[in-house]
C-alpha cells in the first residue's frame, strides 16, 4: 500500500509580510534553526511563525512603515504594551497572546545570539496572567465505559477495533493521539510478534520515552491487527492505524468517534481523545504513582506540567507530606 503523498509544505512566511529584506531574511533563518537545531515539530514552527508575523505587522501598523532591524532595535517596552493590548482589544486569549510574547521572545533572543539586534525592552514586558487550568479527566468507570461501548460502536468490526485500540494506547500508555497515529506496521508487528512489554515513543521536540504496554493494550492492537484488511498489503514503514478507504488515519476520526461515544454514553463534552491521557495520569496519581515517573510516562519536560494535567489532590499530597517528612513524624 502506498502512503498518502504529503501536503504541500507551507510557505516560511504568508504574504504579504509588513518587513523590509533584512527582518524577512531573518525570520527566514530563525524558522530554519527552530526545525533544524530546536527539532521543533512543524505545527510548533507555524504557530511561532504566525506569531512573530502578526508582531511585525502590528510594528509596521504602529510605526507607520515596515521595519528593518534597526528599528526592532529601537523598540520600547511601550511599544511591545500596545501589541498585548491590541491583542486584548481584538479578544484574543490570554493563553494565545502568553504563546505569542514567547515566540517573540524567542526570535529576539535568535537575533542577540546572531549580533543582529539587541533589546533589552523586551525583558521588561510581564506575560499576561493566566486563568489556572487543569485539565478534566475521566472517572475510572467512565473510562472503562468508553473503551467498551467503543468495540462495537462502528458497524464495521476491524474499524471498531481500530478504535478501541487507538483509545486503549491513549488511557492505557498515554500516548498522545499524534503519537498513537505515528506508529508503523514494522513497530507494532515486531512488538507483537517478540511479545515485547514496552514501546519507545518520539514525543513532541523530538523527546523520547520508553512507555510499558499493559495486556489490555497490546491485546486491543493485535484484535485489530487481525481483522485490518489493508495491514495484509501494507508496506513495513505505512501507518499502523488506517482509514476506511486505506491511507492512514486522520486525527479527526478519531475526534468524531469520541465525540459521538460521549453522547451515547452522556459523558461531559470534555470527554476528548486527550481527556484519556489526562485521566492515564490522574488515575495513576490516585493510585499512588509519583509525579516523577508520571512526568517520565507522559513526556513532559517540567514537572509543573505534569502537576497541571494530573489534577493534582492538594490534600492527599499534603498527608503524603506529613507521612514522609522526617520533621512531621518527630515528636
Not at 508496506?235 to 492505524?241: A, I, N, Q, V
Not at 461515544?261 to 496519581?285: D, N, V, Y
Amino acid at each position: 500500500m502506498k502512503r498518502k503523498s504529503p501536503a504541500p509544505a507551507a510557505p516560511l512566511l504568508p504574504p504579504p509580510l509588513a518587513a523590509q529584506e533584512d527582518v524577512a531574511a531573518a525570520l527566514i533563518a530563525w524558522v530554519a534553526w527552530l526545525g533544524a537545531e530546536r527539532r521543533a515539530g512543524d505545527k510548533t514552527v507555524s504557530a511561532y511563525r504566525r506569531d512573530v508575523h502578526d508582531f511585525v505587522g502590528f510594528v509596521a501598523g504602529h510605526r507607520g512603515e515596515p521595519p528593518n532591524l534597526a528599528a526592532l532595535a529601537s523598540l520600547r517596552q511601550s511599544d511591545f504594551r500596545a501589541w498585548l493590548a491590541r491583542r486584548a482589544r481584538d479578544k484574543l486569549a490570554r493563553t494565545s497572546t502568553a504563546r505569542a510574547l514567547s515566540s517573540v521572545r524567542g526570535f529576539f533572543r535568535f537575533l542577540d545570539r546572531r549580533g543582529l539586534v539587541a533589546n533589552a525592552a523586551i525583558a521588561l514586558v510581564r506575560t499576561p496572567k493566566l486563568p489556572k487550568s487543569v485539565p478534566k479527566a475521566l472517572s475510572v468507570g467512565d473510562a472503562r465505559d468508553l473503551l467498551t461501548e467503543s468495540e462495537t460502536d462502528a458497524t464495521v468490526e476491524w474499524i471498531a477495533r481500530r478504535d478501541t485500540a487507538i483509545l486503549t494506547l491513549l488511557y492505557g500508555a498515554g500516548l498522545r493521539i499524534a503519537e498513537a497515529l505515528s506508529l508503523t506496521k514494522r513497530t507494532v508487528e515486531d512488538l507483537l510478534r517478540r511479545r515485547v512489554t514496552t514501546l519507545a515513543i518520539t514525543g513532541k521536540g523530538g523527546k523520547q520515552r520508553i512507555v510499558p504496554l499493559l495486556p489490555a493494550v497490546t491485546a486491543a492492537l493485535s484484535a485489530y491487527r487481525a481483522t485490518c484488511p489493508f495491514l495484509v498489503t501494507a508496506e513495513p514503514d505505512d501507518s499502523f492505524f488506517i482509514g476506511a478507504r486505506g491511507a492512514p488515519l486522520d486525527p479527526g476520526v478519531v475526534q468524531r468517534a469520541v465525540r459521538r461515544l460521549r453522547e451515547k454514553l452522556g459523558l461531559p463534552q470534555s470527554t476528548t481523545p486527550h481527556a484519556l491521557r489526562h485521566s492515564f495520569a490522574t488515575h495513576l496519581l490516585g493510585a499512588g504513582g509519583d509525579l516523577r515517573t508520571i512526568q517520565e510516562l507522559l513526556g513532559h519536560a517540567s514537572l509543573s506540567t505534569t502537576q497541571r494535567y494530573t489534577d493534582v489532590d492538594a490534600a492527599r499530597l499534603a498527608a503524603i507530606y506529613r507521612a514522609a517528612h522526617p520533621r512531621a513524624r518527630s515528636g
